[in-house]
């Protein structure tokens, strides 16, 4: 791996490359890819999020097992919106009848409502605190004050993420380290905090550049990033670094299926959809039958977690069939340029 190019950023993360490793949420990390791609010289990630408390020590226990270098552990700082903390018994049975034909064809018992939905953000960043991972990387949203002050003390590296040049400015103002300029042809979920999703739709490089213009903070772009133009076109736009997820995700360290993994580096990938209806907040994937069924109750989906709490019981059910028409395919608009199956693979490419 010929690449020399140190920049603040790079020096800050500790790391040899400019290249941090997108974090998935929803079982689609796994620490093998995350430590792979810190030994590679970059900087690998863990997206934690559905993560209970109790998780977060073993996980960077474990992460640390497998390398030497900077990880990254990544949490949703906003952990439901509006009336996803608790639902009726009538808003319940609504929901249910959404995705009753569903669990039928899957044979899926239907499912008692839980005593929560997702797990609270504050005793998750205790708990991730405690752990003490050398990178905290976070979105929807900016911590308090004082969860960045306690990082500080500790040394732990903050990594925040912005859609618009006033979330940009304001994770600026609460002196996170490093910040996330992601576009709209990232995969995975638009983390917009400050407008709807739907109104924060900058592609990557006029974001990028936007951004690198008004904050002090280093900028790192993330969205439509495969190789190595990419990354030269994102530092020449200001730019330190760049986050690359869908790349990741279609490599066999990570935690997709290997029918996902087929669809990310199929015909089929050309054609991605943002959609709400893979947990309720918008995200992007692949179309598939889900997305288009869905589209015809746009208006009647829960917010997030209520959705993903019940995804996950049809996500389980298609994983263990084998089935992508059910599934969510998260990935991103570049996904046709895919080439590589490996974690090495990929960042030697880059690089090169």
Known sequence: MAYENITEAVRRLGVRFPIIQGPFGGGLSTARLAAAVSNLGGLGSYGAHSLAPSDMGPLVKEIRSLTPHPFAVNLWVSDHDQGGLELTKAEFDRIFRIFEPYFQEFGIQRPEPPAYFHHSFEEQFEALLEANPPVFSFVFGVPRSEILRECRRRGIVTIGTATSIAEARMLDEAGVDLIVATGFEAGGHRTSFLAPAEDSLMGTFALTQLVSDRVKAPVIAAGGIV???????????????????????????????????????????????????????????????????????????????????????????????????VLPLYGGQIAPNLRHRTASALMESILE
């Open 227 to 325: 190789d190595g133009r990419g990354l030269r076109a994102a530092q020449l736009l200001g730019a330190q670094m760049v986050q690359i997820g869908t790349a990741f995700l279609a490599c066999e360290e990570s935690g997709t299926t290997t029918e996902h993994r087929a669809m990310l580096l199929s015909d089929k990938a050309q054609h991605t959809t943002l959609t709400r209806s893979f947990t309720g907040r918008l995200a992007r994937g692949i179309s598939n039958r889900w997305t288009e069924d869905m589209k015809a109750h746009i208006n009647e989906l829960p917010p997030f977690p209520v959705q993903s709490w019940f995804m996950s019981h049809l996500k389980s059910a298609a994983i263990k069939a084998g089935r992508t028409d």
